[in-house]
Nanobody, 127 residues
Framework: QVQLVESGGGLVQPGGSLRLSCAAS????????MGWFRQGPGEEREAVAF???????????GYAESVKGRFPISQDATKNLLHLQMNALKADDTAMYYC??????????????????WGQGTQVTVS
């Protein structure tokens, strides 16, 4: 069974940084996408960034405009780990952050696709 466990959230002041991690287990695919999503209070869930791997050390990344240049994403497929380095945080970044994965998602639609597997989320509060 696929499991995703996020960590690294917390309370940080505006302008600060946090590093989120997602540990995946229970599956083995040679080609798949993983993404970070967030949902703020009273808001709809939105995609933040994705990383797709299509073979050993071949990664493709993409970002929502709201985080481009601030939140670099990285993936270590050999360890089934996904990271999101969150820099220059703003109050608007406050949200629950979720990790998701789905072997069916294609990288050209990785920000807009529905993902099958989700983690429980980690809270990020910027205040």
């Amino acid at each position: 069974q696929v499991q995703l466990v996020e960590s690294g959230g917390g309370l940080v002041q505006p302008g600060g940084s946090l590093r989120l991690s997602c540990a995946a287990s229970g599956y083995s695919y040679s080609s798949y996408c993983m993404g970070w999503f967030r949902q703020g209070p009273g808001e709809e869930r939105e995609a933040v960034a994705f990383s797709c791997t299509e073979g050993p050390r071949r990664y493709y990344y993409g970002y929502a405009e709201s985080v481009k240049g601030r939140f670099p994403i990285s993936q270590d497929a050999t360890k089934n780990l996904l990271h999101l380095q969150m820099n220059a945080l703003k109050a608007d970044d406050t949200a629950m952050y979720y990790c998701a994965t789905d072997p069916r998602v294609q990288r050209n639609q990785a920000l807009s696709s529905e993902y099958q597997y989700w983690g429980q989320g980690t809270q990020v509060t910027v205040s």
